[in-house]
């Protein structure tokens, strides 16, 4: 299995509140990645980084920011968690950049009441 | 709008039996996946066909593609109870930055 961890797994917080989603991977690889995946929607892209402090928009990106300090570590952040953002929440990798099988971590599912 | 649409959405056969999911995309790609989810974990990677392929096999998998009609099967054989999952089809668009678009995805369940 490919080294990468969510944390937390699971959270509850209160509309309005600030909530950071760490992944963490130990396979060096170069891409990473923020879905979201709601009943009915499938999975959606948040934020992706292609590097550190490189990173770029998804199509479900409002809402949320991203940050990349180190090659191991992204993390997503809710400035102000908003019951829509209720979701379970996916990070994975990547290696080849145009052809790269994603590894995905176990999920943080994140309730917002 | 969704990239990739699964067809059917939900799938319910015999252990023994095939499966076949589908996959209908919208626009070019460079190449077409298929994903694994088992109940409250994360996707894993089951293969990769890429646009000048037109079939694929992995073990009782088997994936074709068909890009004048914009599509994709997935053929399990021989299915198992352990084969009782999700399954997502993703494609990676041309000219999309390696961003992977997930179609919503299909329920397989398999009766022992």
């Known amino acids: 299995d490919a080294g990468i961890t969510q944390s937390p797994r699971h959270k509850v917080t209160e509309t309005g509140t600030p909530v950071t989603l760490r992944c963490h991977q130990t396979?060096?690889?170069?891409?990473m990645y923020w879905y979201r995946q709601d009943p009915g929607h499938g999975l959606r892209l948040i934020h992706y980084?292609?590097?550190?402090?490189?990173?770029d928009k998804g199509e479900v990106s409002d809402g949320y920011s991203v940050s990349r300090s180190k090659t191991e570590d992204f993390l997503l952040t809710l400035e102000s968690a908003t019951s829509s953002q209720t979701s379970v929440y996916f990070c994975a990798i990547s290696e080849l950049r145009d052809t790269g099988e994603l590894f995905f971590g176990e999920g943080s599912r994140l309730t917002v009441l | 709008s969704q990239q990739g649409e699964e067809d059917p959405q939900a799938l319910s056969i015999q252990e023994g039996e095939n499966a076949t999911m589908n996959c209908s995309y919208k626009?070019?790609?460079?190449?077409l996946q298929w994903y694994r989810q088992n109940s409250g974990r994360g996707l894993v990677h089951l293969i990769l066909?890429?646009?000048?392929?037109r079939e694929k096999h992995s073990g009782r998998l088997r994936v074709t593609l068909d890009t004048s009609k914009k599509s994709s099967s997935l053929l399990i054989t021989a299915s198992r109870a352990a084969d009782t999952a999700s399954y997502f089809c993703a494609t990676d668009r041309t000219g999309a930055n390696s961003k992977l678009t997930f179609g919503k995805g299909i329920t397989l369940s398999v009766r022992p």
């Open positions: 396979e060096n690889h170069r891409y």
């Open positions: 626009t070019s790609i460079n190449n």
């Open positions: 980084s292609y590097g550190v402090k490189d990173t």
């Open positions: 066909i890429r646009s000048n392929e």
